[in-house]
């Protein structure tokens, strides 16, 4: 095992200079939504009906929701509880702050998820009795009752768990790797069934460091993946089940689980040829294994332009070092790195120090200028926290458990309280600039030309953006799905009665949006308007 290195880092001298500086002068404002969701949320989406599951695992004993309407759980073999009465997930309605008991049959630890294109959430694996099935979640309006749904028809080939799915072009989803499962599979399932995949084997170290592999689709010719395991990456092509790139070795260690990085795209644009991805964070090499609590994370963050013909890793750093940080796709191309802890790594009671300070990654800044700290939060979201962009804009935070079953009496005990952060696109003195989307269409086609008509307190000069991002499936520290797409826009032509017609192009395939619906904002100098919903369809 590598030594562990006991050092400090720029953001540790940070740290002292912020403690003199008062929170109000620090972008970003903090709210609390909900005291008791009745869970501590493992896995989090966002639904097309403003609406957020959150979801658990099943294996954890009481939680604080009860199924009520004298629904149970029955599990022999359930160490805990035989018979479960207690809900594992809950459907957060955000219009009402409301909170309805979900049932979820089978063990959904460390799972995995997707949206589909037709906007039911397919949720993959877990433990135990978990391991090989296949839910849905079918989302409905608040007012009624959908809830899981385990298919009998059909399970996963390979039991999975710490796997990660990401939907493709054809609105198909592959599922990658898993603990001891070094193959990917796809929903619907393919005639060749699991295919091996070599490079996971490759990667696993003795602390398997190839779990949550981060998977992003790329928009070029046929939508390869970029897959990023350990410290490698490769272009892997799911039509052929072929590596077609191998990615030159980012440095500074391990970045997945149990290392606890955190990866994301960024927004995909202009000619929509290019893809670059940001990983930033991890936890030294072995601290997993050496159960080093306190060992520092690092702040390392490597660039890759992902669809470049000789592409090379461009790093920087961050202010502090992280582990378990949530990275998200805002609607103005800019990233937040959110949540986590300056030490440790992943794992029941392995990190320590939360870092309460979000960060704002401004990828059009020169190096050294990207990354603005923002206002800092009070509770500690550390491991098995969650972060998803709201179509207002703002950001929910939900769970934080550290422990193997629910423990509130503790120095970072199980959190039940959802909060949600505004970034500074929210604050008031920039309410004039936000836009409010009027007219949109509910379904699109793959490069149809459509309008969108908003209108703003004051004269628009600048060209408003529409772009719109998915609702991805978010856990253990990275949001498997999320994308953001920058539509090709006209300008913004006065429509009278103080509108503004935009003239929008679909994008042309799949790879660059697959199928499925998304939250579209329009974005006026940097703010953006509450997002609609919109379909994509092939």
């Known amino acids: 095992m590598a030594e562990?290195?006991?050092?400090?880092?720029?953001?540790?001298?940070l740290i002292f200079l912020l403690f003199s500086i008062t929170r109000a002068d620090l972008p970003g404002t903090w709210e609390l939504i909900v005291e008791d969701a009745g869970i501590a949320s493992m896995h989090t989406a966002v639904t097309r009906f403003n609406t957020v599951v959150l979801l658990d695992r099943t294996n954890i004993g009481p939680s604080r929701k009860a199924l009520g309407g004298h629904r149970c759980r029955k599990d022999p073999n359930d160490a805990v509880l035989k018979r479960d009465c207690y809900a594992h997930s809950v459907l957060f309605d955000l219009g009402t702050n409301q909170i309805r008991p979900l049932m979820i049959q089978t063990d959904t630890w460390c799972s995995s998820g997707q949206f589909l294109s037709d906007g039911s959430l397919l949720q993959t694996g877990g433990d135990r009795d978990g391991f090989k099935k296949i839910r849905k979640f079918?989302?409905?309006?608040?007012?009624?009752?959908?809830?899981?749904?385990?298919?009998?028809?059909?399970?996963?080939?390979?039991?999975?768990?710490?796997?990660?799915n990401q939907i493709l072009p054809d609105g198909s989803v592959i599922i990658v790797g898993g603990r001891g499962?070094?193959?990917?599979?796809?929903?619907?399932?393919?005639?060749?069934?699991?295919?091996?995949?070599?490079?996971?084997?490759?990667?696993?170290?003795?602390?398997?460091?190839?779990?949550?592999?981060?998977?992003?689709?790329?928009?070029?010719?046929?939508?390869?993946?970029?897959?990023?395991?350990?410290?490698?990456?490769?272009?892997?092509?799911?039509?052929?089940?072929?590596?077609?790139?191998?990615?030159?070795?980012?440095?500074?260690?391990?970045?997945?689980?149990?290392?606890?990085?955190s990866s994301a795209m960024l927004a995909i644009q202009g000619d929509f040829s290019t893809a670059e991805i940001l990983i930033c964070g991890g936890a030294q090499s072995g601290a997993f294994t050496a159960r080093a609590v306190d060992a520092p994370a690092h702040g390392t963050c490597g660039r890759i332009v992902a669809t470049a013909?000789?592409?090379?890793?461009?790093?920087?750093?961050?202010?502090?070092?992280?582990?378990?940080?949530?990275?998200?796709?805002?609607?103005?191309?800019?990233?937040?790195?959110?949540?986590?802890?300056?030490?440790?790594?992943?794992?029941?009671?392995?990190?320590?120090?939360?870092?309460?300070?979000?960060?704002?990654?401004?990828?059009?800044?020169?190096?050294?200028?990207?990354?603005?700290?923002?206002?800092?939060?009070?509770?500690?979201?550390?491991?098995?926290?969650?972060?998803?962009?709201?179509?207002?804009?703002?950001?929910?935070?939900?769970?934080?458990?550290?422990?193997?079953?629910?423990?509130?009496?503790?120095?970072?005990?199980?959190?039940?309280?959802?909060?949600?952060?505004?970034?500074?696109?929210?604050?008031p003195d920039r309410a004039n600039l936000r836009p409010e989307i009027r007219e949109i269409p509910q379904i699109v086609r793959y490069g149809e030309v459509f309008d969108v008509f908003v209108t703003v307190p004051l004269p628009v000069v600048e060209t408003i953006q529409i772009n719109w991002g998915s609702a991805p499936f978010a856990t253990h520290s990275f949001s498997q799905g999320q994308r953001l797409v920058k539509l090709t826009v006209g300008p913004s032509i006065p429509d009278g009665e103080g509108r503004y017609r935009i003239q929008c192009t679909a994008p042309l395939n799949?790879?660059?949006?697959?199928?499925?619906?998304?939250?579209?904002?329009?974005?006026?100098q940097g703010v953006p308007s509450v997002a609609r919903w919109i379909r994509i369809v092939l």
Request: a negative charge.
């Open 309 to 427: 013909a000789d592409p090379a890793w461009v790093t920087e750093e961050m202010p502090f070092g992280r582990i378990m940080g949530d990275m998200v796709n805002l609607p103005t191309g800019e990233i937040l790195i959110i949540n986590g802890a300056q030490a440790g790594s992943q794992g029941f009671e392995m990190g320590s120090d939360p870092c309460l300070y979000p960060l704002l990654y401004r990828p059009d800044q020169p190096i050294g200028l990207r990354f603005m700290t923002l206002t800092p939060g009070t509770v500690p979201r550390m491991y098995h926290s969650t972060a998803n962009l709201l179509p207002d804009g703002r950001i929910l935070l939900a769970g934080s458990n550290p422990h193997y079953f629910y423990k509130f009496n503790a120095e970072f005990p199980t959190e039940l309280r959802i909060e949600a952060f505004s970034p500074e696109y929210l604050s």
């Open 138 to 164: 079918e989302p409905c309006d608040p007012n009624e009752t959908c809830d899981w749904v385990e298919l009998q028809d059909t399970e996963l080939i390979t039991g999975r768990w710490y796997a990660t």
């Open 510 to 524: 799949g790879a660059v949006s697959p199928p499925g619906y998304y939250m579209a904002f329009a974005v006026n």
């Open 181 to 261: 499962t070094n193959t990917v599979e796809y929903y619907p399932p393919r005639e060749n069934g699991a295919v091996p995949f070599q490079f996971l084997a490759d990667v696993e170290d003795k602390q398997m460091d190839n779990l949550y592999p981060y998977v992003h689709l790329l928009p070029d010719d046929g939508g390869n993946l970029f897959i990023f395991a350990n410290s490698r990456a490769v272009k892997y092509d799911h039509r052929t089940n072929a590596v077609v790139k191998e990615y030159p070795p980012l440095i500074g260690g391990p970045r997945n689980y149990p290392s606890g990085g």
């Open 4 to 13: 562990l290195v006991r050092y400090n880092t720029p953001g540790i001298v």
